[in-house]
């Protein structure tokens, strides 16, 4: 058996899962940026799954993480100084403005595949310093790297988390001393990085049925270690994590960053496959739009099931509605934090039901955008989604994403994708499987729901989309302050 450990952005995962990739069982808590409560949620959900399943028969144990929440930790004590600091908290927005100010973007983006903002582990650190915060024989860990540490009580990260830092070379895979400097810190405030799944050292003390000496990795971010769990590693086809937070991930051959990746806006980082990158696109409120629409178009929070029904109220077809879905701002590859939401082609015929379905509309629009970019980055066509996450239970969204795009969408059966390929990378480090393509191999993806575009309604929704959604993206993103 292999055990995944996810901190998300709402919930922390435990899952425990048959060699064959096949889920016993999945124990889910909210979760809390407060550290000792995060591992009590963790702690508490493997007592869970001991009660339901056992974990004597555990092999490894991979953690996976969101990809800038993080915290400085005692290295003497062990004890965090900070809580978490979570990747959509704002507080070190003039921290990311000073570096920008202060720096090369271009240079920067070819050493790390990022463009400064907020999130950033280094604008964090630097907000911290501002506070006060003291940085003697301290570290900075993500929420992955804390679990682990919780776990064995050895300090390590891995590259797919250390290069969303912004203070990471990628191309030489070291922490980046000389620019560490400039900010008053040096690489000693960061774990080591091993690479992706690598065991850390053993469990440390027997846990929950855990034997000691267990093998524990830190598996990476959450998105990547989802995109290979997926499968979503051959050109054409791209992951879309579609959460609270919706993300594309695609793969190609290592390579150095240039001019051409600079401009097409997208992040760029090491994948969780050795000698392969991963492009990535984001819309920080795509299932955040539809936590938004369920508060607001009724009296009290209208259930999943009840915006389901309601969405289907509004019949097939395109509601004629454009949202942009920008309550949180706009990612990659058109970021811009100041960008702000906007319902536009609205009619007194319209009901809370267009609305509703507007609003999945609206992000499906954005992840074309997203789509397009990717095709212009690549030169090669992409003609398939492999989707996981929490929206995919909602199946109108997936057809309306299906018949924006005119692309196949398949649902992959194993929802848990990103649980999944953290403990398939554990199982690749502890030798459960020869190499990541043998890990892959155990999985079944072709096993999940195929959503085929309607032509008619995908020339339909062509339309919108070039003649009202693009010029009003244009505007919002050129335009917000």
Request: proline residues 6%.
């Amino acid at each position: 058996m292999l055990l995944g450990i996810d901190i998300g952005t709402t919930h922390c995962k435990v899952g425990l899962f048959a060699p064959d990739g096949g889920a016993v069982h999945i124990a889910v808590r909210p979760t809390d940026y407060a550290p000792d409560a995060l591992w009590a949620a963790v702690d508490d959900a493997l007592a869970e799954i001991t009660r339901v399943a056992g974990l004597e028969s555990v092999a490894a144990i991979g953690i996976s993480s969101m990809a800038e929440t993080g915290l400085l930790l005692d290295c003497a004590t062990g004890e965090a100084r900070t809580p978490f600091l979570p990747w959509f908290d704002r507080c070190a927005e003039a921290e990311a403005i000073a570096i920008a100010r202060e720096s090369d973007a271009y240079e920067r983006f070819c050493r790390t595949g990022l463009r400064i903002n907020y999130k950033s582990g280094l604008a964090k650190l630097l907000w911290l310093q501002a506070q006060g915060a003291d940085f003697t024989g301290a570290v900075w860990l993500s929420a992955a790297d804390y679990v682990a540490y919780r776990l064995t009580g050895a300090m390590a990260t891995d590259p797919t988390l250390a290069a969303r830092t912004f203070a990471f070379d990628i191309a030489a895979g070291t922490w980046d001393a000389e620019w560490l400097a400039r900010w008053r810190l040096t690489p000693a405030h960061f774990p080591p990085v091993l690479p992706s799944g690598t065991t850390l050292v053993g469990l440390r003390a027997s846990l929950h049925g855990l034997k000691p000496g267990i093998p524990v990795a830190v598996a990476g971010h959450d998105h990547v270690c989802a995109a290979f769990a997926a499968g979503a590693t051959t050109p054409g086809v791209i992951f879309d994590s579609l959460g609270t937070a919706e993300t594309l991930v695609g793969a190609r051959p290592t390579q150095p960053l240039g001019e051409r990746d600079y401009a097409s806006g997208f992040i760029y980082g090491p994948h969780v496959i050795p000698g392969c990158q991963f492009w990535m696109s984001s819309l920080s409120a795509s299932g955040g739009s539809v936590e938004w629409a369920r508060a607001l178009l009724s009296d009290t929070p209208l259930s999943y099931a009840d915006f389901v029904a309601l969405v289907a109220a509004a019949g097939p077809d395109p509601t004629g509605i454009v949202y942009a879905p920008y309550l949180a701002g706009s990612g990659a590859p058109r970021a811009n934090p100041a960008a702000h939401a906007v319902f536009a082609g609205l009619t007194a015929p319209h009901t809370r039901a267009h609305l509703a379905k507007a609003v999945l509309e609206g992000t499906a629009y954005e992840v074309e955008s997203m789509r397009r970019a990717a095709e212009a980055l690549t030169g090669q066509p992409i003609t398939a989604f492999i989707v996981a996450g929490g929206g995919e239970k909602n199946p109108h969204w997936l057809h309306i994403k299906a018949d924006v795009s005119g692309c196949t969408l398949h649902a992959y059966e194993q929802i848990e994708a990103t649980l999944l390929g953290a403990a398939l990378l554990a199982g690749v480090g502890a030798g459960v499987y020869v190499d990541h393509a043998a890990a892959q191999a155990v999985l079944n993806v072709d096993s999940g729901i195929v959503y085929h575009p309607d032509k008619q309604r995908h020339a339909r929704y062509r339309v919108i989309y070039e003649q009202q959604y693009i010029p009003l993206q244009t505007f919002l993103l050129e335009h917000a302050s």
